[in-house]
């Protein structure tokens, strides 16, 4: 399984960003694909997640109702839009899956970067 994660960038408080991340190397079938973020001096936490086959989402406190996450299952792609982005956003941010009948995620790809500064 290989996941490439992109999109990330420097952007205003206040902007809107989308990550998208490519998966690839099987079928996802029953997997759970989601987003996790890891700010600097702090431990990675848990942002969104969703079901491959109905498309169930997860999302943490701290951004529900601002995050979306999607699925599309032809491109095999998992998008999340993040809007009123604020300075606590700032992190690095990774996809993950999760094979299908688990709760860890087994498979990370590498982070980008999201950054929000004035």
């Known amino acids: 399984v290989q996941l490439q994660a992109s999109g990330g960038g420097l952007v205003q408080p206040g902007g809107s960003l989308t990550l998208s991340c490519s998966a690839s190397?099987?079928?996802?079938?029953?997997?759970?694909l989601g987003w996790f973020r890891q700010a600097p001096g702090k431990e990675r936490e848990f942002v969104a997640s969703?079901?491959?086959?109905?498309?169930?989402?997860y999302y943490a406190d701290s951004i529900k109702g601002r995050f979306t996450i999607s699925r599309d299952r032809d491109r095999n792609t998992v998008l999340l839009k993040m809007n009123s982005l604020n300075p606590e956003d700032t992190a690095v941010y990774y996809c993950?899956?999760?094979?299908?009948?688990?709760?860890?995620?087994?498979?990370w790809g590498q982070g980008t970067q999201v950054t929000v500064s004035s």
């Open positions: 969703i079901t491959w086959n109905l498309g169930t989402t």
């Open positions: 190397g099987r079928t996802f079938t029953n997997w759970k």
């Open positions: 993950a899956a999760s094979r299908a009948g688990t709760d860890s995620y087994q498979f």
